[in-house]
């Protein structure tokens, strides 16, 4: 059991944040990494792994790896938990 998450990054910004979830509910975040594929993506699942309250072993990226535009998948939590706690940390 666990769900997926659509993530877009928008690497070498000032800080770590969430910025939205768009319509079709993919989630914008920005990350303070340079977009190095190795150092963005730890820099991605241990954002994901504060913001959802999980260790970094419950993420795996499926799909993305190299793009903006990632899969993150959530082991044992359901996608409904997962947006709420995300957009409690948007802003």
Do not use: Q, Y
Not at 81 to 88: F, N
């Amino acid at each position: 059991k666990g769900s997926a998450l659509a993530v877009r990054v928008t690497p070498r910004a000032s800080r770590n944040e969430i910025v939205e979830i768009l319509d079709d509910g993919t989630v914008k975040v920005r990350l303070a990494a340079a977009p190095a594929d190795d150092e963005a993506n730890a820099a991605l699942l241990e954002f994901l792994s504060e913001i959802l309250g999980v260790s970094t072993n419950k993420l795996d990226i499926v799909a993305g790896v190299a793009g903006r535009d990632k899969l993150i998948a959530v082991v044992d939590m359901d996608v409904e938990t997962a947006h709420a706690r995300i957009v409690a940390h948007i802003g």
